[in-house]
């Protein structure tokens, strides 16, 4: 079976899982400059991942080379392919990726805020009287990713300042407690595979870097409650959530595969075999035998190429 998995970057982990089982290709807006994509079985150039020639170069590229599975990797792709689903669909082509609904919701944190809210979780209030708002907050754009914009605000000036800057800023109470991404996998018909919490013990540039998996068992059954109310949902959830006290503060959920994954992959949840024997119609059960309190310290590693080849 050959896939693809878009916007590859750095993603050089998550390349080699599916490597084990398939050939991978990449793509991404600079691939010669990709570490995934040189050590991919072959890539190829795409414009933004929100345009129209995105969809055309990206469904061409699939046709010519035989692929049957696409795996996006970065929010801003995630709504332009959900719309286009049929497309690939008609040439034999899945989408690892979520509803129209799903991604659209969990897009804008307003969007996410009213989500959770609506369905009976705890998030972190959104404050719109900054003046009046007990401080700190924690503000972060609406429509970010990668924690770009994200930060602890101390004051109302430093909230006006910031929201003269950019309108685009939410601000939300602060929640003191221990951040979790959970790695979750939902096969096609709706049913939970795997949940796995992941303590995030540092974060460097929006992705974790140092990691602990924790078989949390208050975490886990609060996740399997939210998936029930996800309609759509498939595949790889990467969900964030604040543990404070004995409360947990759902934060976000990103429907794609998180910069933290090869923890969860490492620890024996093998979301990429998953994927596959769920497209090749394989019966998947439920799994929760993945390592316990297994640490993950991430490093800068290299991969080097002539650059005469590129």
């Known amino acids: 079976m050959n896939i693809l998995i878009t916007?590859?970057?750095?993603?050089?982990?998550?390349?080699?899982?599916?490597?084990?089982?398939?050939?991978?290709?990449?793509?991404?807006?600079?691939?010669?400059?990709?570490?995934?994509?040189?050590?991919?079985?072959?890539?190829?150039?795409?414009?933004?991942?929100?345009?129209?020639?995105?969809?055309?170069?990206v469904l061409e590229f699939c046709k010519k080379n035989d692929v049957k599975i696409v795996v996006p990797t970065i929010d801003t792709e995630l709504i332009n392919l959900s719309k286009n689903r049929d497309k690939f669909k008609k040439e034999g082509i899945f989408l690892a990726i979520s509803s129209l609904e799903i991604c659209e919701t969990f897009y804008l944190k307003t969007s996410?805020?009213?989500?959770?809210?609506?369905?009976?979780?705890?998030?972190?209030?959104?404050?719109?009287n900054l003046e009046k708002a007990t401080y700190p907050l924690f503000a972060k754009l609406d429509n970010s990713s990668l924690s770009i914009g994200a930060m602890r605000v101390e004051n109302y000036e430093e909230a006006k300042k910031l929201k003269a800057k950019n309108?685009?800023?939410?601000?939300?109470?602060?929640?003191?407690?221990?951040?979790?991404?959970?790695?979750?996998?939902?096969?096609?018909?709706?049913?939970?595979i795997s949940i796995v919490p992941r303590e995030r013990i540092r974060v460097r540039c929006g992705e974790v870097e140092k990691a602990r998996t924790k078989k949390d068992k208050k975490i886990?059954?609060?996740?399997?409650?939210?998936?029930?109310?996800?309609d759509g949902a498939y595949g790889t959830l990467t969900i964030q959530l604040f543990l404070s006290g004995d409360k947990i503060y759902f934060i976000e959920i990103n429907p794609r595969f998180g910069g933290g994954y090869p923890l969860t992959y490492l620890a024996g949840a093998d979301f990429a075999k998953f994927l596959?024997?769920?497209?090749?119609?394989?019966?998947?059960?439920?799994?929760?035998?993945?390592?316990?309190?297994?640490?993950?310290?991430?490093?800068?590693a290299e991969v080097v190429v002539d650059g005469n080849s590129i």
Do not use: H
């Not at 109470?173 to 790695?183: H, K, M, N, P, S």
């Not at 886990?220 to 996800?230: D, G, M, Q």
């Not at 596959?276 to 800068?300: A, C, K, P, S």
């Open 7 to 57: 916007s590859a970057g750095r993603r050089v982990s998550l390349v080699r899982n599916f490597q084990k089982y398939a050939k991978v290709f990449t793509c991404d807006m600079n691939p010669k400059f990709s570490a995934a994509c040189q050590i991919s079985d072959g890539y190829f150039k795409v414009s933004r991942a929100d345009t129209d020639s995105y969809i055309n170069e």
């Open 112 to 128: 996410t805020y009213n989500f959770f809210k609506n369905n009976g979780f705890l998030t972190p209030k959104i404050i719109d």
């Open 167 to 192: 309108s685009n800023y939410v601000f939300q109470e602060f929640i003191e407690g221990t951040e979790y991404t959970v790695d979750c996998f939902i096969d096609k018909k709706g049913k939970v």
């Open 220 to 230: 886990i059954a609060e996740v399997k409650r939210l998936c029930e109310k996800l």
């Open 276 to 300: 596959i024997d769920d497209v090749n119609g394989v019966e998947l059960n439920y799994f929760e035998g993945w390592r316990d309190n297994l640490i993950m310290l991430r490093y800068d």
